[in-house]
């Protein structure tokens, strides 16, 4: 099994930043695509940042100029830095990928666990 891992959240005021990151770990050939989503109370679990194995990226329209999302192939980790953050940012964040395990070629989705993030006013 490919395992996800998410960690670097926790409690912050508006106006503060977060880190978070997601290791993969398992019998990993490759990745595709790795993303963060959120989902808070009472709301739809929405797809905040998205970035392919080629680096190409997409955003949220709610997060857009103050969220990034990075990767390190190497250590199979995707990262989402959080500037600027809101209340309404304000959720669990779970990270997600897709690809291909080892040795036999067998295509993964996996999810992780969550973390909450919490932004206070």
């Known amino acids: 099994q490919v395992q996800l891992v998410e960690s670097g959240g926790g409690l912050v005021q508006a106006g503060g930043s977060l880190r978070l990151s997601c290791a993969a770990s398992g019998s990993i050939r490759s990745i595709n695509t790795m993303a963060w989503y959120r989902q808070a109370p009472g709301k739809q679990r929405e797809l905040v940042a998205r970035i392919t194995s080629g680096g190409s990226t997409n955003y949220a329209d709610s997060v857009k100029g103050r969220f990034t999302i990075s990767r390190d192939n190497a250590k199979n980790t995707v990262y989402l830095q959080m500037n600027s953050l809101k209340p309404e940012d304000t959720a669990v964040y779970c990270c997600?990928?897709?690809?291909?395990?080892?040795?036999?070629?067998?295509?993964?989705?996996?999810w992780g666990q969550g973390t909450q993030v919490t932004v206070s006013s």
């Open positions: 997600n990928a897709d690809g291909y395990t080892r040795p036999y070629l067998v295509s993964f989705n996996s």
